[in-house]
T-cell receptor, first 115, second 115 residues
């Protein structure tokens, strides 16, 4: 069965600093990988996804992620964090044809941005 | 883009009563929808997969008689929490997949409080 690990429960960065959120997955075949962001009391918004092709994926709000098969990782990055980026971030993996099976989520990383 | 509408956003009910939560795909047809439960400061736990025109598939440990799921059309799935108890208080989120090349789109969630 697939699994997702987000090693960092909390991360604090200063506004304007760079950010990297870690995500490792476990799955035997080609994974479909996602990053979502959740603000308090809200649903999840898709930041970006990787299905195939270029391993560096660009998303919304200036985020990007790089799929590294050799490391089973899909880390999320942003070169300059804004105060509005403070939220909970979830990495997820889907399986099945076209990623049509259920999503498995990591435990999330809470991002705090210091002004 | 794909939009999923979830209602109500908040509901308070008395112990022993039932509550229905609706999840609608507004601009696409969703043959499959997913229902999640999220405890405070935790990740999303998949409760069940809802398939249009057929019975939902429940995850292990989820009481199907307590959490009734109906997916009567390609744009609407409902979750009914029957005979609610305080321990059912939680944040419930639905999601749907717009197509093979799309990520999973989430509703904005429903905060259920059972008093």
């Amino acid at each position: 069965a697939q699994s997702v690990t987000q090693p960092d429960i909390h991360i604090t960065v200063s506004e304007g600093a760079s950010l990297e959120l870690r995500c490792n997955y476990s799955y035997g075949a080609t994974p479909y990988l996602f990053w979502y962001v959740q603000s308090p009391g809200q649903g999840l918004q898709l930041l970006l996804k990787y299905f195939s092709g270029d391993t560096l994926v660009q998303g919304i709000k200036g985020f990007e992620a790089e799929f590294k098969r050799s490391q089973s990782s899909f880390n999320l990055r942003k070169p300059s964090v804004h105060w509005s980026d403070a939220a909970e971030y979830f990495c997820a993996v889907a399986t099945g044809a076209g990623g049509g099976n259920k999503l498995t989520f990591g435990t999330g990383t809470q991002l705090k941005v210091e002004l | 883009g794909a939009v999923v509408s979830q209602h109500p956003s908040r509901v308070i009910c008395k112990s022993g009563t039932s509550v229905k939560i609706e999840c609608r795909s507004l601009d696409f047809q969703a043959t499959t929808m997913f229902w999640y439960r999220q405890f405070p400061k935790q990740s999303l736990m998949l409760m069940a997969t809802s398939n249009e025109g057929s019975k939902a598939t429940y995850e292990q440990g989820v009481e199907k008689d307590k959490f009734l799921i109906n997916h009567a059309s390609l744009t609407l799935s409902t979750l009914t929490v029957t005979s609610a108890h305080p321990e059912d208080s939680s944040f419930y989120i639905c999601s749907a997949r717009a197509g093979q090349n799309y990520g999973y789109t989430f509703g904005s969630g429903t905060r259920l409080t059972v008093v």
